[in-house]
């Protein structure tokens, strides 16, 4: 089972998402940037460097508002997310083919990952 941590990054009452690359597995899907846990890491460190290393930005994780396994039948993951304040940097695409801030009612207009349909219910209690 792979460890991933994914950063619902808050800005202007709008969150990010970003669309994974045609190289990427679940190529153009749209995803909370995150990526997979490194060893000796904790989940906030790993977010950290997950979201300076794609989009080259300073963000601080404060809450995680959930934690759930997805079998995508040739892997599983657990995918835990955190909200995220922005803190710094202006984003460049390292990894992704786009991004956009869209509000929390915006979320249904894009193809997310099947693993993020729980992260969007958590999230849309914390955002009540
Ligand atoms: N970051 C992120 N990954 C997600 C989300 N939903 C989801 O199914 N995933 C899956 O979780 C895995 C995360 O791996 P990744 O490729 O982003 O992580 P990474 O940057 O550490 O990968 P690499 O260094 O192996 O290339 C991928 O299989 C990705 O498809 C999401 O919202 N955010």
Redesign the pocket.
Known sequence: M?Q?V?AIIQKDNKILIAQ?SEK???PLKW??????LEAGENEKEALIR?IKEELNIEISPSQRISSHI?DYVT?K?N?IAYLCEYISGEIQLLEHKDFRYITFEELKNYNL????IP?ITELQRHLK
């Open positions: 792979i991933v994914c994974r990427m597995n679940l995803e909370f940037p995150g990526g997979k997950e997805h892997f993951i995918l990952a099947d693993a993020d992260v």
